[in-house]
């Protein structure tokens, strides 16, 4: 787990050899030759990679590290435990390597007398069910979405920045790939890429796949933009010109919002399968986009998911280019501290979300009962009387792998959802404090902005954050942050949909937006009445403390069998909530905990409640304002 790493041969004789010997690789990384590294994914159908590394390197001491802290994934998730076949040789014979006791991550060996080169050779076990982010599933007998940070080492105490790559892939017969990766070569199933620094290698992923797309995004002026689609199914590629429209604008609406791109030119990988991890990575100039296989050809799967690509891109700007201070570290062993996280992905939640509507991927409509579920969800947990939204961040490394249950009084990574409320607040109350003269979107092209230009980091601090926004309009926005970041609060942030024109009520019809997130996600949320969710097989994911099914007995992991004595279905669960709305009889869940069953029951007569949000007439509809497309051509396309 993150702390100092410490390796045995510390203040020791050794030490100067290994700093020489890593000057050597330093030096001959410099400008010498760059490492080779050779990966051959012809198997990777039957989920194992082939890794071939070359350093230059001189006798001595050396300790080769296998990258723990991925960017992005804000966790020492690195996939070691799968990382197989480690054999090493130099100067003609196998060199023996151990692994550090305390590191997991880093191993130590000696390269002989006459060394000029150490080689490298090793495997990686693709996982084959879905698991988490990167590390998570990521190859069908159809495509393959290649990490490098799976299939390579690096010298200890080199920078990220600075030690070069030359890598190349071989692909199966007949695939054809994307990446941001530039290429120096390429034949029939095997390509070359041109040196870059393990930062950018490590940045740049590979798409691949037997059913593959290109679709040429590059708006009239500015970088060439692409997406590129890898399926499971010929069938899963076929994307409507409105989508296809509606991705171009996006690329538009960034330009118009940044009025800057750092990047030399942007790849969208679009993964679309049922059998890999789901989730989105964000890169400098590309994205891992990996969703559901009829993404692009199910109207309520895309409508679902239509703010991954907008949110990904978004990190381009910030994340990437604008980095918090804790998160810019040298290299892939340095723990990363996730405290601005509120800034890193809640900020980048929001402008996807506003994204999503401006690029008219979504209707505002998508985008309010997307905006109520959340603040609903928020205002209700009670973990938020016990832990600040500052320590969600800070606990972000433990928090992405923690199980549903018990969610609400855990809490979970709410800096994304909790951010778009904040940030929400910050962008209202500068519209509505300047007259309209100033908003959000100015703060964003003041600090996100600046000039063109290949990727580079420009770290920041809270102080930063708070001198741009004070540039863009002054307000103690300290006090502001400190009270909805840094605090514990009973309530959700909710005054940011209130000072746009809006409200959060409840009505008794699902909304569309969480029927279409049951129906995919496979559960059934009854959170805002009886206070739980299931699973589809009745098993319990969470029940809300201090709700009526929490009062009544009810706990995560106990599994409903039967209502009001028949035989669980979510449709008979629904009825009996909406009719009990008219008797004085308790809700009765026959549930099974362990092999002990227990009756609840469960004195709730509220009838169903689900989250939307109502307008206020007295006030301006600033949603409305803040949803417009910014692009003057496209006004008009996304209100419905
Ligand atoms: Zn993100």
Request: charge should be negative.
């Amino acid at each position: 787990m993150p702390g100092a790493i410490k390796s045995p041969f510390a203040a020791t004789p050794y030490l100067q050899a290994i700093g020489v010997a890593l000057l050597t690789v330093v030096a001959a990384s410099g400008q010498a030759a760059p490492i080779k590294l050779e990966v051959d994914a012809s198997d990777s159908p039957r989920k194992i990679l082939h890794a071939r590394l070359q350093f230059p390197a001189q006798p001595g001491r050396l300790t080769l590290l296998y990258p723990k802290w991925l960017p992005g994934e804000h966790a020492p998730n690195g996939p070691i435990t799968d990382l197989v076949g480690l054999k090493m040789r130099a100067a003609g014979k196998p060199i023996p390597w151990t692994r550090d006791p305390e590191d997991m991550f880093a191993f130590d060996l000696e390269l002989p007398a006459g060394a000029t080169a150490l080689e490298v050779s090793l495997d990686f076990l693709l996982p084959p069910s879905a698991g988490d982010f990167s590390s998570g599933a990521s190859a069908t007998p159809q495509l393959l979405d290649l990490s490098w940070n799976e299939v390579l080492l690096y010298p200890k105490g080199t920078k990220s920045s600075e030690v070069q790559y030359a890598a190349s892939l071989r692909l199966p017969d007949g695939w054809k790939f994307g990446t941001s990766l530039p290429i120096a070569k390429q034949s029939a199933n095997e390509v070359e890429f041109s040196p870059v620094s393990l930062e950018t290698l490590v940045d740049s992923p590979v798409l691949a796949g037997a059913h593959f797309r290109d679709v040429d995004l590059t708006p009239s002026s500015g970088p060439p933009h692409f997406l590129h689609i890898a399926a499971d199914s010929a069938a899963a590629l076929e994307l409507k010109p409105e989508d296809s429209r509606n991705f171009s604008r996006l690329v538009a609406e960034t330009g118009a919002l940044f009025g800057a791109r750092h990047y030399r030119s942007y790849h969208f990988l679009l993964t679309l399968s049922d059998h890999v991890a789901h989730f989105g990575l964000e890169h400098h100039e590309s994205s891992d986009n990996r969703l559901g296989e009829k993404f692009l050809i199910d109207e309520d799967l895309r409508k679902k998911s239509a703010d991954l690509l907008p949110h990904e891109m978004t990190h381009s700007w910030n994340g990437k280019y604008r980095r918090p201070a804790g998160l810019a570290t040298p290299d892939f062993q340095q723990p990363m501290k996730g405290d601005l996280l509120w800034v890193y992905e809640g900020l980048t939640d929001y402008l996807g979300l506003v994204l999503a509507v401006r690029s008219g991927l979504w209707t505002n409509e998508n985008f309010r009962q997307t905006l109520a579920l959340e603040a609903a969800r928020l205002d209700q947990q009670p973990g938020r009387s016990w832990r600040s939204l500052a320590d969600t961040t800070a606990a972000a490394q433990l928090l992405y792998l923690a199980r549903d249950e018990g969610a609400s009084w855990r809490r979970s990574t709410d800096f994304y959802e909790e951010g778009d409320l904040i940030w929400l607040e910050a962008d209202a109350l500068i519209r509505q404090q300047s007259q309209g003269k100033r908003t959000l979107d100015d703060f964003c092209k003041k600090f996100h902005g600046g000039k063109s230009g290949p990727p580079q980091v420009v770290p920041y601090t809270l102080e930063d954050i708070i001198t741009t926004l004070n540039e863009t309009f002054p307000y103690d926005w300290r006090q502001f942050f400190q009270a909805r970041v840094y605090s514990t609060n009973p309530r959700a942030p909710l005054g940011g949909i209130e000072a746009a024109g809006w409200r959060l009520g409840f009505t008794n019809a699902i909304p569309e937006m969480l029927k279409i997130a049951e129906s995919a996600r496979k559960f059934v949320d009854l959170s805002f009445s009886l206070g739980l969710t299931l699973k589809e097989d009745g098993v319990i994911q969470d029940v809300i403390p201090g709700s009526p099914a929490d009062k009544a007995g009810a706990g995560a992991a106990m599994k409903l069998v039967a209502v009001n004595g028949r035989r669980w279905t979510a449709e008979i669960l629904r009825a009996a909530v909406k009719a009990a709305k008219t008797k004085s009889a308790p809700i009765e869940l026959l549930v099974e905990n362990e092999e002990y069953f227990v009756t609840c029951k469960v004195d709730y007569h509220d009838g169903e409640k689900y989250p939307q949000l109502e307008r206020d007439a007295s006030k301006p509809d600033l949603l409305a304002e803040i949803l417009k497309p910014l692009t003057p051509a496209l006004r008009g396309n996304a209100e419905k």
